[in-house]
């Protein structure tokens, strides 16, 4: 017998939470001990409808079985859970845009990785990759501490600092200027340095924002020479490109954010056609991050299916009274802009390229949102702009292990991939909504109750007090 104890566990009874016992490195082996899930449907991410779960068969942390007899199961020594007929099982979901820095006291973004990380898990987020990072020593403390067993959280895929003069932040707007993390005069040997440090820290993938045309060459060069992948915010904040899309690609970029043209339709969109061409024949994944830029008009439009949670409520009774003292953020885009992202969106995917959609939330934390819940406003954003949901799980899943060059391990139910999974009430593939109605988490066959992991955050987010502001302020740091 394994060192679970041996029951059944019917989805009317107690959740429970099953806690690593030991070392949960991110790839390694996990502790041994089998699992058995019988009954509801399944969305295994291959195919795009959802089949009978006769049942699914965990060992090691791993799949070894799908579509297995449940009598063959019946009498073996393992941690069995019986679903209700109305369940869903899902792949654990991947955030590729998934920030984890907030801005709370007005100087600046600093990341906060273990609530964050669990507000993430407890929505089915297994899986996350962050975008850029301005304090990435923080996230890599907090990957450690997961991969050590010493703490709970989403496997966190390190993106590094930002490659581009955003490293100084918004004191930043174009790539012409200067910023002491990323100087005017860097070198190509320095680039090439930089790109190398991270890759040994772990990063899979670097993000780049504003760099000019010649330092994003270099930097795809070398993030390609480590294995990297690499994924670029193209605009400035001037509204042009500091690297222009069609270069970008044809320099090699494997994803890019945001945006497929300048416009709001009229010229500066006339290029459109000509991009989403493009972006098929290299095969350059896509991250719309629809719920972001269209965010307060679709809160305002659809309130009770985009704000199902009292969010505040994760954050510190002082930071709560600040972000209320804050009020609401302008708008990202107008109407005509955004009508604009959600056409390019749409005309990609019905060019053929649904296998390029990936998900990511951008939602660094300016209001009492957080990324955590903002994943499934950003799928019920794509569903709203037309995208069907099988095709919308997908990007959540496969497309995104695909992007990260991770799907030979996630994105999927398919035997020998590792065990991360969720089940939901209901049908997502007929309401998306389905999907944030989580019964368990599942991360390399441990389970998780989504409930406990929500309350074990609650209060935690942000400052105490004004005392207690330096971990949530701004230090820029210089290359040299």
Same mark, same amino acid.
């Given at each position: 017998m394994n060192r679970f104890s041996r029951f059944a566990l019917h989805a009317g009874s107690l959740l429970f939470f099953l806690a690593p016992p030991v070392a949960e490195a991110q790839w390694s082996k996990p502790e041994q001990g089998d699992l058995f899930i019988h009954g509801g449907w399944l969305f295994d991410s291959v195919s795009d409808g959802r089949r009978r779960n006769s049942g699914i068969s965990i060992r090691n942390g791993k799949i070894v079985e799908v579509d297995a007899d449940a009598r063959q199961h019946r009498q073996t020594a393992v941690t069995k859970i019986e679903l209700e007929d109305s369940d869903t099982i899902l792949p654990g979901m991947l955030d590729l845009h998934a920030h984890?820095?907030?801005?709370?006291?007005?100087?600046?973004?600093?990341e906060e990785v273990a609530y964050n990380g669990l507000l993430f898990l407890a929505n089915g987020v297994t899986s996350t990759w962050s975008a850029g990072e301005f304090y990435p020593e923080r996230v890599i403390a907090q990957r450690d501490l997961i991969d050590a067993g010493r703490a709970i959280g989403p496997r966190l895929f390190v993106s590094g600092?930002?490659?581009g003069a955003f490293r100084c932040e918004y004191s930043i707007k174009t790539a012409a200027d200067d910023c002491i993390g990323w100087p005017n005069d860097i070198t190509e040997e320095e680039i090439r340095r930089e790109v190398d440090k991270w890759a040994e820290r772990g990063v899979i993938s670097i993000k780049i924002k504003q760099a000019t045309p010649g330092e994003v060459k270099i930097l795809i060069e070398q993030a390609h020479e480590n294995g990297m992948t690499t994924v670029g915010h193209l605009a400035n904040y001037d509204v042009e490109y500091d690297v222009d899309l069609r270069d970008a690609i044809l320099m090699g970029m494997?994803?890019?954010?945001?945006?497929?043209?300048?416009?709001?339709?009229g010229p500066r969109s006339a290029e459109m056609q000509q991009m989403v061409e493009l972006m098929l024949a290299h095969q350059v994944y896509y991250d719309a991050n629809l719920q972001m830029y269209g965010g307060i008009d679709l809160r305002q439009k659809h309130a009770s299916e985009m704000i199902w949670a009292d969010e505040a409520k994760y954050f510190t009774p002082y930071a709560q009274s600040l972000?209320?003292?804050?009020?609401?953020?302008?708008?990202e885009s107008d109407e005509a802009e955004y009508a604009q992202r959600v056409l390019e969106l749409k005309t990609l995917f019905e060019a053929g390229g649904g296998h390029l959609l990936v998900v990511g939330t951008d939602e660094p934390v300016y209001t009492d949102l957080l990324p955590g819940f903002a994943y499934h406003r950003e799928l019920l954003a794509l569903t709203y702009a037309g995208i069907p949901p099988a095709? *919308?799980? %997908? @990007?959540a899943t496969i497309n995104g292990a695909r992007a990260l060059g991770v799907a030979e391990k996630l994105g999927s139910v398919e035997v020998g991939k590792l065990a991360d999974l969720l089940v939901v009430k209901g049908n997502p593939l007929a309401d998306i909504k389905s999907?944030?109605?989580?019964?368990? *988490?599942? %991360? @390399?066959?441990?389970?998780h109750d989504p409930e406990a992991l929500l309350r074990s955050a609650q209060g935690k987010i942000g400052p105490a007090g004004p005392d207690d502001h330096a971990n949530w302020e701004l230090q820029l740091k210089p290359l040299r």
């Open positions: 984890y820095n907030l801005d709370l006291v007005d100087k600046g973004r600093v600092p930002y490659f494997d994803r890019v954010e945001h945006q497929l043209t300048l416009g709001s339709g972000l209320e003292k804050r009020g609401p953020p302008s708008p095709a *919308v799980l %997908k @990007a999907a944030r109605s989580i019964r368990y *988490v599942i %991360k @390399a066959g441990y389970v």
